[in-house]
């Protein structure tokens, strides 16, 4: 397990400006376009706040359970450890190679082969064109597609995409990983040997952050939890802890 792993978030917040339907309309938006600038109306804009203040302190040895209703800013949060979203405001430094084991699609083509995108989604992970040369044949037998690898992702069944896009996130380690929900994918046999190298993965990781709304899987895996509502932490804790308080309503969907 890698011992240097360390994530410290000081008052990080996120935002997303949203624009109106009119606003987005192409007529609206070349109307503005040839609008002088001062005769301009003010744009109409909403603001979403996604995090709100989030302040972390996570070592390595550490299992995290992130916990919430739906909309409370789970998602955003792993987006902002895996360097998707940058903090509107506050700081996330982030010391450790990330794996991210979410938005697993993103990065694939339809029209380019099995083999093509092997190394278009391995070097979106972050993994090293050359990491991914000496790891390609093991990708290639984990998916057990076979000749199918030559063919475009286009003509594969959504079984046979889901082993593809698996066996290629899941190819390089991470000292630190992020999963949103556990990955569950294939038939019953690739299902138990996803399971088998998904633990490994973990079990070898310095750090694991996992939201999921599945109580059983956060208290088996993990050993901490935060507990977070309309983007702000409530509260964190060991993870029996927090899960009672989020089940027993404080913290939970509505309240
Ligand atoms: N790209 C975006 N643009 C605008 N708002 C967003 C965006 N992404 C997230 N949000 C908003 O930020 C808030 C937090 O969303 P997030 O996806 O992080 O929640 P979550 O806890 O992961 O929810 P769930 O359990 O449903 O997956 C929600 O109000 C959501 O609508």
Redo the contacts with the bound molecule.
Sequence with gaps: MSASAHILLQKVSVE?P?LSFRERSLRRRFMRAVTPFKARPQAPTHI?S?LNDVSLDIRAGDRVALV??????????LRVLAGIYHPTSGSADVSGRCLSLFDLAAGFDEEATGYENIMRRGLVVGARRAEIEARRAEIADFTELGDKLDLPLRTYSSGMLLRLIFAVATAVEGEIVLL?EWIGVGDQQFRRKARQRLDDIVARAGILVL?S?DIDLLKNTCNRAVL?QQ?RIVTTGTVDEIIDRYLAGTGGAGT
């Design positions: 997303f949203i979403v996604a919430g209703a739906n909309g409370a800013g789970k998602t955003t949060l949103d939201a709304h977070l983007g």
